[in-house]
């Protein structure tokens, strides 16, 4: 069932929606690099040095996107997450514009108390925001919603690459 904001959607946003709900599944070939890097990450991000979890961000990103023969994502690991009083920003996704690159920013601190994200959710966060990509680049969706099908296919990818050792 859409949210309750699809019926405000045109028809032309409600058949982009309807599309990518209905893809529910992405499958990866290269399993054990993908695993071994989620590894490595869950290893070393408890660390907090910002440097190193965004190389091996960069290379699970690099990955995926070669997987998919899509354009490949700058990937931004900041700090601390921004917040108001009524949300905290755990990731951001910008498509290609100009002259600049597609770019995934995610912080790897809480906004509160400033402590490392726990992996699980960090390692979501950026497969959220690398499936906004997929989404235009290789379904070639005019829009990326949160659609049921879209968190499917996140969901689906976490646990092809989360080692379950």
Request: one cysteine or more; proline letters at 4%.
């Amino acid at each position: 069932m859409p949210f309750t904001y699809y019926h405000k959607l045109s028809r032309k946003q409600q058949r982009i929606y309807d599309k990518s709900d209905q893809i529910r599944l992405l499958m990866v070939k290269d399993l054990e690099n993908l695993q071994q890097l989620t590894s490595e990450l869950n290893r070393l991000l408890p660390e907090g040095r910002s440097t190193v979890v965004q190389r091996i961000c960069q290379q699970i990103s690099n990955a995926i996107t070669s997987e998919f023969d899509v354009p490949r994502v700058k990937v931004k690991v900041l700090a601390t997450r921004p917040s108001n009083e009524y949300y905290e920003l755990h990731g951001y996704y910008e498509p290609a514009y100009k002259d600049k690159k597609h770019t995934i920013s995610v912080w790897m601190k809480t906004a509160s108390r400033k402590q490392v994200v726990a992996f699980k959710t960090f390692l979501r966060t950026l497969i959220h925001e690398l499936f906004h990509h997929l989404d235009y680049e290789y379904l070639q969706l005019d829009e990326s919603y949160h659609t049921e099908g879209f968190y499917k296919r996140e969901s689906s990818l976490f646990h092809q690459i989360v080692n379950p050792s």
